[in-house]
């Protein structure tokens, strides 16, 4: 096989490429039976051509458009500042490819807490369900007081779509919020609280350019959510727990907050208001949460 050395158009020396080009036996065949002039003609024309062939391989890759719409990330307590020594053995976290769509627990702990207080309740939290209920690591990729204090839950990286184990079946391209306490109907649910989670959930689904008031398709894992496996729902990007599994969880008084939560999340995106806010659903039967609620 012959190789034939072509440079680049006429120009400053500076910068010059010089690319080899293999020529295949086949084409030197060819070649050989045409007339000089022909012959000549025809290696130009396969050379340059080789050559835009190289550089079409080269140049990069368009990039993708940057979300348009991006909220700031929230003040957020890193996991170390709870779990302190008490963390277990565990495997790797794993990662979905964005984050979708949030769902919004309460924890069923009581109420009348001092804030201060709240790393030791997380801690417990993490203790019951990594213990008692044998899972690699707390649920909830995070938890929020009532005194709108954010902590990172799950170990993975708060920046990162970190795969949960808060709502059964709709684990994937989801995060899961949890709000420190119980919020039943009749509960009064802080400002601060539900001011807290919208703009967790307004960075998070940032990155996918999720409006927090659209509606999301998401992908059933598992048959003992609401849906069957691999079914495709169509939920709130800021959904309730209750949305994706048979549970009251998170309590009446928080899930008629949602309405508020989606669009105060709308709004730290920079999204333009809606002409009217809508209204809480009509609340769904209440029940004893399932101890498996927040299992895969």
């Keep these: ?17 010089r690319r080899t080009v293999r020529i295949p036996g086949a084409a030197l065949l060819v070649l050989g039976c045409l007339p000089g002039l022909a012959a000549g003609g025809t290696l130009v024309l396969f050379a340059s051509g080789v050559e835009r062939t190289v550089e079409a391989q080269t140049r990069p890759a ?66 019951g369900q ?4 044998h899972w690699d690591d707390i649920g909830y990729n995070f938890v929020v007081d009532r005194c709108g204090t954010i902590y990172e839950g799950r170990a993975g990286g708060a920046d990162r779509p970190v795969t949960g184990a808060h ?6 391209r989801t995060t899961g919020i949890a709000a420190l306490g119980t919020f039943t109907a009749g509960v009064t ?11 967790l959930a307004a960075w998070k689904l940032g990155g996918s350019d999720t409006d927090p008031r659209a509606k999301v398709g998401l992908v059933s894992s598992n048959g003992l959510s609401r849906y069957a496996a691999g079914t495709k729902a169509t939920l709130p990007a ?47 039967a209440a029940g004893s949460p399932d101890p498996r609620a927040a299992g895969r």
């Design 167 to 172: 709502t059964q079946g709709f684990n994937h």
């Design 62 to 127: 368009p990039e993708r458009p940057a979300p348009r719409y991006l909220a700031p990330r929230p003040p957020i307590v890193p996991r170390s500042a709870w779990l302190g020594d008490a963390g277990r053995r565990q495997p790797p976290p794993r990662y979905d490819d964005k984050v979708a769509a949030v769902f919004i627990h309460h924890t069923d702990t009581p109420n009348q807490y001092d804030c201060a207080d709240a790393p030791r309740i997380i801690r417990d939290l993490y203790a």
């Design 238 to 284: 800021v959904a309730g727990h209750k949305d994706g599994y048979q549970t009251s969880c998170p309590g009446e008084a928080l899930t008629a907050r949602l309405p508020q939560i989606r669009e105060t999340a709308a709004r730290l995106q920079g999204r333009p208001p809606t002409p009217q806010t809508a209204r809480s659903p009509a609340p769904q």
């Design 189 to 199: 649910v802080p400002d601060a609280l539900t001011d807290a989670i919208a703009a």
């Design 1 to 17: 096989m012959r190789v034939f050395r072509a440079a680049r158009a006429a120009g400053p020396r500076k910068g010059r490429v």
């Design 130 to 133: 990594t213990g008692a209920r």
